[in-house]
């Protein structure tokens, strides 16, 4: 029987790239194999279970320790896929990159930038991040709720959709945005959970008000490529030429080189001038075009955590943190590449740059790293967040009072 949820717009024209895909899902991650797809191939096809193994999960499908990838992929598809059907696939192998989950009787799906194909229609594409009703045949054996008591599921989808929407503002940068929406998060903590959906809408619309005056910091960019660097350091070794290809960029732009064994940074006399210079650029002649690039990224961000109710992090401040720090990041890796190319870059350089970044940064299990170097740098203060963001100057004011015209007019 067909089932009904809310979903991400732009998943109605989402088709796996298949073979075309430039760095496909089955290559440095343990998919994940649920029990009643276990139980299938013990009754139906048990030489399947030669393919299945324990590792991240407990049940996972075996990698290749040559080449990383899937046993079971070849020929650039999924042999399981081709000989017995989507039956067959496990609910993570059948649903990615979708991302299903329960606000109590509703159910809500999108899908993350860690696809290729989902970067390009989710921050390219018509059809944006609002919600359209869908009807699926399937739905994961398990779905986590992340309805909080005091809530209904139509108060907690209110809450959400507020937050979607005023990511999604046309009237203010999206750097103004994301200041705007760390401060709610922040006041919205301090209010008893069964007021949210009142307030929620209402702080969003005046959420100027509660912002900290930006506290710069001439470090934070060549902070943000170390803090990167940092959490590289820790993770699991694996090829990622497409993220170090955004990295080279990244240190290129700013005139400094990151160690290959310690990712320690070196910076020279130049670094600083690098980055004003740099940042000139991205105001004068960058930002406009991007600008509506970064917005929908924010928008995907909350889609993903369904915010406030998950994402990585504790509560909902931090949560808003952490996604503020990787929109600067986001950013940052955005204007080294409009330097590389000397002009904006083309759409696939651009999908490269988020998408390559969305793969490694939103599978960190554990945001305890994360947090203590942003606590270290202070990106966890609302003022020096602001700045960081990019929310930081008389400069963003007046852009705040233009930007509603300017993205009216622009055309990526
Ligand atoms: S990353 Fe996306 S497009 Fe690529 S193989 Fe996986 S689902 Fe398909």
Redesign the pocket.
């Known amino acids: 029987m067909a089932s009904s949820l809310h979903q991400s717009a732009f998943l109605e024209g989402f088709a796996?790239?298949?073979d075309a895909?430039e760095?496909?899902?089955?290559k440095g991650w343990g998919m994940q194999l649920d029990p009643v797809t276990k139980a299938k191939y013990e009754k139906q096809a048990p030489e399947l279970l030669d393919a299945v193994t324990t590792g991240e999960a407990e049940l996972i499908m075996k990698r290749d320790p040559q080449t990383d990838y899937c046993v079971k992929f070849a020929g650039g598809l999924c042999g399981i896929h081709q000989s017995y059907g989507t039956d067959f696939l496990g609910d993570a192998c059948h649903f990615?990159?979708r991302s299903t989950r329960s606000l109590g009787d509703r159910t809500v799906m999108t899908a993350a930038l860690?696809?290729?194909?989902?970067t390009r229609l989710a921050l390219f594409g018509e059809s944006g991040l609002t919600h359209r009703e869908a009807a699926y045949d399937r739905l994961p054996w398990s779905l986590k709720n992340y309805l909080p008591e005091a809530l209904d599921s139509e108060g907690a989808l209110t809450v959400h959709r507020a937050f979607l929407e005023a990511a999604g503002a046309e009237d203010a940068p999206p750097e103004r945005v994301m200041a705007r929406l760390h401060a709610v998060a922040t006041s919205l903590e301090m209010l008893d959970q069964a007021s949210w959906p009142q307030a929620a809408g209402f702080y969003l619309k005046n959420a100027d008000m509660r912002l900290a005056p930006p506290e710069p910091n001439p470090n934070d960019p060549f902070n943000l490529l170390h803090a990167l660097a940092g959490l590289l350091s820790a993770a699991k070794p694996s090829p990622r030429p497409r993220l170090e290809q955004t990295i080279a960029d990244m240190e290129r732009a700013l005139c400094v080189t990151l160690d290959p064994h310690t990712r320690a940074i070196i910076t020279t006399p130049e670094s600083f001038p690098a980055w004003q210079r740099l940042y000139g650029r991205w105001e004068r002649e960058w930002a406009t075009a991007l600008r509506p690039v970064l917005a929908r990224w924010l928008q995907a961000q909350l889609a993903i955590a369904l915010y406030p109710f998950g994402g990585f992090g504790e509560s909902p401040a931090e949560r808003m943190a952490i996604i503020g720090v990787r929109f600067a990041t986001v950013r940052l890796a955005l204007t080294a590449c409009c330097a590389a190319h000397d002009g904006i870059p083309p759409e696939q350089e651009l999908i490269r740059v988020i998408q390559s970044l969305s793969r490694f940064l939103d599978h960190l299990a554990d945001p305890t790293l994360s947090l203590s170097i942003y606590e270290e740098t202070g990106w966890l203060r609302p003022a020096r967040l602001r700045a960081l963001v990019g929310d930081n100057s008389l400069q963003s004011q007046a852009q705040t009072a233009s930007y509603g015209k300017t993205i009216a007019a622009h055309q990526l």
């Open positions: 796996c790239l298949g895909c760095d496909t899902c089955c990615f990159p860690s696809c290729p194909e989902v």
